[in-house]
């Protein structure tokens, strides 16, 4: 193909032929947010020569283990950002607090962020990645920072795989843009990615099956069951405990991923974070045609009651979260 089939991210962005007109400042800040994963890919993949590999020696807000990764990564995306005009705060899974730029005012951008990714993978060489969610200011809510998922005006996901890519929805439909490492340039190589409703591929960590409620219990045993079980056919499962990677795969090849609350993890409202983990990629999973549910609601609809808030994670492929939903009201 050539590059004129692939056009670097300003050049789509900006496209007059788009249905919607995005704000110059978006633009900006969304093209800032590729920056900033760009770097932070670097990073990832020096480590081992930068002496930035392994644990940081501390641990986040949420009591979970810092890599030295987490917290460059954290760092990097930051500074990066830091001077965007129009950006008035900034939301990480490494910071205890709101981070403000400026006095925040009608229509300024906040960022949602999870800086790093799946990072117990990062000793492993495994996919990590970059999560972000942009809102903006409405009139009269100062200093909110606690807007539901559907506020979302821009949301996506960085993966450091085999190549980066930048995947990400402004609300009409999904698009990657692949790295090119020569340039630099994030060129779309991955447009209108769309999440088939149909699958035979599930995604979780079976070793929690004993927290499991019985709607995900019932489910993922008649998964197993094959083809003499009650859906009839054999499912396929894949975990790779990093969610930009897990959902990547969905994003190209269908399937349904779950994180669900359970007895053990019930008490936190589950593993998975909703402002800069969640509601991203519900908003990247609807948008590509499929759902994202919390098992009894969907997921863009929570109302945050705080910025490190969890919550119970079923997105993909439309018919099976829609059969999960079934289980949940069923089990009440
Ligand atoms: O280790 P587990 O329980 O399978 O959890 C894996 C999940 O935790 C996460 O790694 C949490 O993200 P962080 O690495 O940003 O804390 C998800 O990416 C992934 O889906
Ligand atoms: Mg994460
Ligand atoms: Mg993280």
């Excluded at 229509?107 to 942009?134: A, E, K, Q, R």
Aim: a negative charge; proline letters at 4%.
């Amino acid at each position: 193909m050539s590059d004129t089939h692939m056009p670097p991210l300003h050049e789509f962005l900006t496209d007059p032929s788009r249905a919607e007109r995005l704000d110059p400042a978006l633009v900006s800040l969304v093209e800032t947010i590729a920056d900033a994963c760009r770097a932070i890919a670097n990073h990832v993949r020096y480590a081992a020569f930068e002496g930035q590999s392994g644990a940081a020696g501390g641990t986040n807000v949420q009591g979970e283990e810092q890599k030295k990764l987490d917290v460059i990564a954290d760092d990097e995306f930051a500074r990066i950002c830091s001077d965007v005009p129009r950006l008035a705060a900034l939301v990480s899974e490494e910071r205890d607090e709101i981070t403000w730029l400026k006095e925040p005012e009608e229509g300024d951008y906040l960022v949602y962020y999870d800086p790093l990714d799946g990072s117990s993978n990062i000793d492993v060489d495994l996919s990590v990645g970059t999560i972000f969610s942009i809102c903006q200011m409405a009139e009269g809510d100062r200093a909110e920072v606690l807007k539901s998922g559907i506020h979302q005006v821009c949301a996506g996901y960085a993966i450091y795989g085999p190549s980066t890519i930048l995947v990400l929805t402004t609300g009409t439909g999904v698009n990657g843009f692949s790295c090119d490492d020569r340039s630099g340039d994030f060129r779309l190589t991955h447009a209108d990615l769309t999440i088939p409703p149909t699958t035979s591929e599930f995604a979780i960590n079976v070793s929690r099956y004993r927290h499991w409620d019985d709607a995900v219990r019932v489910y993922v045993d008649e998964c197993l069951a094959g083809e003499t079980g009650p859906r009839n056919r054999a499912f396929n499962m894949r975990w790779t405990a990093s969610m930009v990677a897990d959902v990547h795969r969905i994003l190209i090849r269908g399937g349904v991923f779950l994180y669900p609350s359970d007895a053990d993890n019930r008490d936190k409202g589950g593993k998975l974070r909703l402002l800069y983990e969640a509601n991203p990629m519900a908003l990247i999973a609807e948008q590509a045609g499929g759902k994202a549910s919390t098992g009894l609601t969907r997921i863009l609809e929570e109302v945050p009651q705080s910025h490190h808030q969890r919550i119970s994670v079923i997105l993909g492929s439309s018919e099976e979260v829609t059969r999960l939903e079934e289980y949940h009201q069923r089990q009440g």
